[in-house]
């Protein structure tokens, strides 16, 4: 017999072994095709052995190597099929594929997305912006000296009381005591001391003030801190400023009212309130920045004059959004968070 037609025999057992074990479905049909290519006296592989004696004897060492790895291939085929049949039921190989139903809806990716906080200190900095603030940045540990002593807030002043701040046990280098800054005040004087006048900026960031957590009040907070400086200003442009601000941000013609009040650092202070779906509420504090506060920082009272002003940026974001519990915000639960 010649080389090429037994080589082609094998090849076509092998194909043919293959194929018929990768489609075995349970024992009787691997069973029955272990038999009819393995079988010990009728199996297809044994009939080719009988035939490898037929073969030129030159040619039968090429042959004998070919039948023997077309017979470990089928053991492989062999093995393989028995092992994918004895895999643990839900076993990956096992398990039977789920119908592929491709009318079925598919599966939405979940984007994350920006913290309502962040959404709103985004766009306050752009309305900002559009009136000509600039974005100007503190840290949050703070020195008694930016968070009260230039602000005009002496040693006595009930708002330094270690209870109602977060100081820390390190000492500060040279102005006093550190503490988690109470007020984004702090950020006026870092930007005076840096800067000669004209001064407009906006400070956005958090403050720190130890309140039970409830409704309203929360342990870590946001502001935005504004502040103008330059000739002849005044009240008026104070008033055109928020109100133009409160109109951009809360998009409806707002109406503004001041009521005084007090703040060291102001004089004269105000409470700002905006007119809202009617009614009104307060946004934060404001007034004119008090002639201690400018000569602490080097600049001169009977040149400059200027307004500042701060405002909760949580108390605004609420409002917007109607969330009705500060805590909400800092919860972190994704479910409320993918509101916004
Ligand atoms: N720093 C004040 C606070 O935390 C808010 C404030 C009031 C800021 C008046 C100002 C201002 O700039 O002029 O309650």
Same mark, same amino acid.
């Given at each position: 017999?010649?080389?090429?037609?037994?080589?082609?025999?094998?090849?076509?057992?092998?194909?043919?072994?293959?194929?018929?074990?990768?489609?075995?479905?349970?024992?009787?049909?691997?069973?029955?095709?272990?038999?009819?290519?393995?079988?010990?006296?009728?199996?297809?592989?044994?009939?080719?052995?009988?035939?490898?004696?037929?073969?030129?004897?030159?040619?039968?060492?090429?042959?004998?190597?070919?039948?023997?790895?077309?017979?470990?291939?089928?053991?492989?085929?062999?093995?393989?099929?028995?092992?994918?049949?004895?895999?643990?039921?839900?076993?990956?190989?096992?398990?039977?594929? #789920?119908?592929?139903?491709?009318?079925?809806?598919?599966?939405?990716?979940?984007?994350?997305?920006?913290?309502?906080?962040?959404?709103?200190?985004?766009?306050?900095?752009?309305?900002?912006?559009?009136?000509?603030?600039?974005?100007?940045?503190?840290?949050?540990?703070?020195?008694?000296?930016?968070?009260?002593?230039?602000?005009?807030?002496?040693?006595?002043? #009930?708002?330094?009381? #270690?209870?109602?701040?977060?100081?820390?046990?390190?000492?500060?280098?040279?102005?006093?005591?550190?503490?988690?800054?109470?007020?984004?005040?702090?950020?006026?004087?870092?930007?005076?001391?840096?800067?000669?006048?004209?001064?407009?900026?906006?400070?956005?960031?958090?403050?720190?003030?130890?309140?039970?957590?409830?409704?309203?009040?929360?342990?870590?907070?946001?502001?935005?801190?504004?502040?103008?400086?330059?000739?002849?200003?005044?009240? &008026?442009?104070?008033?055109?400023?928020?109100?133009?601000?409160?109109?951009?941000?809360?998009?409806?013609?707002?109406?503004?009212?001041?009521?005084?009040?007090?703040?060291?650092?102001?004089?004269?202070?105000?409470?700002?309130?905006?007119?809202?779906?009617?009614?009104?509420?307060?946004?934060?504090?404001?007034?004119?920045?008090?002639?201690?506060?400018?000569?602490?920082?080097?600049?001169?009272?009977?040149?400059?004059?200027?307004? &500042?002003?701060?405002?909760?940026?949580?108390?605004?974001?609420?409002?917007?959004?109607?969330?009705?519990?500060?805590?909400?915000?800092?919860?972190?639960?994704?479910?409320?968070?993918?509101?916004?």
């Amino acid at each position: 017999m010649a080389l090429a037609d037994f080589l082609r025999q094998l090849d076509e057992l092998s194909r043919t072994a293959t194929v018929t074990f990768a489609a075995v479905q349970d024992e009787a049909s691997w069973e029955a095709a272990r038999v009819e290519f393995a079988g010990a006296k009728q199996g297809r592989l044994k009939a080719l052995q009988k035939l490898l004696g037929q073969v030129d004897p030159a040619e039968r060492p090429a042959a004998g190597k070919r039948f023997n790895e077309v017979k470990a291939e089928l053991d492989g085929a062999m093995a393989a099929a028995q092992a994918r049949l004895q895999a643990p039921a839900g076993g990956r190989r096992a398990a039977p594929r #789920p119908e592929f139903d491709p009318t079925l809806p598919g599966r939405r990716m979940r984007l994350g997305r920006l913290h309502p906080i962040t959404q709103s200190i985004e766009e306050l900095k752009e309305i900002m912006g559009r009136l000509g603030f600039s974005v100007a940045d503190g840290p949050e540990i703070e020195d008694e000296w930016h968070n009260f002593e230039a602000l005009n807030i002496p040693l006595e002043h #009930p708002a330094r009381d #270690p209870l109602d701040n977060f100081y820390l046990s390190a000492a500060g280098a040279s102005h006093g005591p550190l503490l988690l800054r109470s007020q984004t005040s702090t950020v006026q004087i870092r930007v005076m001391e840096q800067t000669a006048p004209p001064v407009r900026i906006i400070s956005l960031g958090r403050v720190y003030r130890p309140d039970t957590a409830d409704a309203t009040h929360y342990p870590m907070f946001h502001q935005m801190e504004g502040l103008l400086v330059d000739q002849q200003v005044t009240m &008026a442009d104070l008033k055109s400023v928020l109100r133009l601000f409160a109109t951009s941000y809360l998009g409806s013609d707002v109406h503004i009212r001041f009521r005084p009040s007090f703040f060291p650092f102001t004089e004269p202070s105000v409470e700002a309130d905006f007119n809202w779906n009617d009614q009104w509420i307060e946004f934060g504090g404001a007034g004119m920045v008090d002639p201690h506060v400018l000569r602490a920082v080097g600049y001169d009272p009977e040149v400059v004059t200027g307004f &500042a002003f701060g405002l909760g940026v949580e108390r605004l974001c609420m409002r917007r959004h109607n969330i009705t519990d500060i805590r909400d915000l800092y919860r972190n639960d994704v479910r409320f968070l993918h509101l916004f």
